[in-house]
């Protein structure tokens, strides 16, 4: 095998297409220089249509998490009241940021593997009628559920006074986002998922309604307070030394996704998301969510009567060079999962699906070779005949 080949398929950190490389691989400039503040202007104004608002996108050296903290402490204070959607590993971290800081945390628990039950949120609306905010997960990582955020944040404002936070790490430049236009008052993503950037950056937004609150809020964070950032934004800066590199990295991925237009670029997630699909089914693997719930960015697989997931990862990832990840927390074990976000296509899922399909006969599972690419081709086969390309 070519030992520098490998498949990264994980939903993040995901492969750097060579231009954005090259774009971070130039001299470094300042971060207070009039070159930075062009770029940085630049980027600020094209991450707009990617999160579908008006309002400023500001750039934060974390990883997603970080973001997720500055929304919750710029909108609270401690003793305040908070709903949160837990549908799965990342919607427990964003309750976990909220009763970490002291918020009275009302968590809806949702089965792994599921969307929220729309009026079991109504009711837990009128049961905590204080609640400041609802924090929600457009799209749960741990289980390939993509949840209906529109509907979601639309019940929120019908029922409620709360801001709608959303955690759009792992989808936001990869599905539609209309933050304005739906009501969505903080949205939040990181470089590494959907973005083609390696981690390190992450993206938020608020509306004017969070605005007023953020006004309001003495923040609790330093490095998070996003007045701070405000008050930079205009100069084309950030208040602390900003990652350049990715910056400059940032830039050429708005190139490719502006090339690409985010209507094509959503369309082919969905297409990878039903070959994905449609070759497990063939190959007789349970998958995890429902169709109408499944994610364009990522897939979970169940494990297949005898399949050891983990042996199984190890085992592509050590003979083939394909990385997958695992199940996490109560999954563990008990799923696997593929990542088709960002800088990959659909012929990149062929590939993948094929290795997939070589470990699954090495690791003793009985399955037809060959049989879930041809159900994956098919599906290539008719979008390319259906659109014209
Ligand atoms: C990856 C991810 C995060 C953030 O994780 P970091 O490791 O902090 O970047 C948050 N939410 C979701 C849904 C994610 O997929």
């Known amino acids: 095998m070519l ?22 691989n130039q001299p470094m400039i300042g971060h207070r220089s009039q070159s ?11 991450l707009k249509p990617i999160f579908g608002t008006e309002q400023p996108v500001y750039t934060l050296t974390s990883s997603g998490t970080g973001a997720l903290e500055a929304a919750v402490l710029n909108v609270t204070k401690p003793g305040d009241e908070i709903i949160s959607v837990v549908a799965g590993a990342f919607g427990d971290r964003f309750a976990s940021i909220c009763e970490h800081h002291q918020l009275v945390t009302h968590r809806i628990e949702v089965p792994w593997g599921e969307s929220v039950d729309q009026q079991e949120l109504i009711s837990t609306l009128h049961a905590h009628p204080n609640a400041k905010a609802v924090v929600m997960t457009y799209n749960e990582t741990s289980t390939g559920v993509m949840q209906p955020i529109q509907e979601l944040t639309k019940i929120v404002h019908d029922h409620s006074y709360a801001l709608a936070l959303v955690d759009g790490v792992s989808c936001i430049g990869a599905v539609p986002a209309q933050m304005d236009e ?14 083609m950037l390696p981690p390190g950056l992450a993206f938020i937004s608020a509306s004017e309604r969070a605005w007023d609150v953020i006004e309001q809020v003495d923040s609790s964070s330093f490095y998070f307070d996003l ?63 429902s169709d109408q719930d499944a994610s364009p960015t990522v897939t979970a697989v169940k494990a297949t ?25 109560k999954l563990k074990g008990e799923i696997f999962r593929v990542g088709h976000m960002g800088y990959c296509s659909p012929i990149d899922v062929l590939t993948t699906l094929s290795i997939i399909e070589m470990g699954l006969v090495d690791c003793g599972i009985s399955i037809e070779l060959g049989a879930g690419v041809k159900a994956a081709q098919e599906v290539y086969i008719n979008d390319v005949s259906n659109s014209s390309k």
């Open 36 to 46: 930075f503040a062009q770029l940085f202007k630049g980027t600020s104004e094209r």
């Open 227 to 289: 007045k701070a950032y405000h008050k930079q934004y205009e100069n084309g800066m950030t208040p602390y030394t900003p990652a350049v590199s990715l910056i400059q990295g940032l830039k050429e991925v708005c190139t490719m996704l502006e090339e690409e237009t985010l209507e094509k670029v959503y369309k082919r997630h969905v297409v990878m998301k039903d070959m994905t699909r449609a070759a497990f089914r063939a190959l007789g693997l349970p998958l995890l969510t």
């Open 3 to 24: 030992h520098n080949q490998s498949f990264l398929r994980t939903p993040g950190p995901t492969p750097i297409p060579q231009q954005v490389t090259h774009a971070m």
């Open 305 to 329: 009567e005898g399949l050891k997931v983990d042996e199984f990862r190890n085992h592509v990832r050590d003979r083939y060079g394909l990385s997958l990840a695992g199940g996490q927390k």
């Open 182 to 195: 739906w009501g969505i008052d903080i949205l939040v993503t990181g470089s590494q998922k959907a973005m």
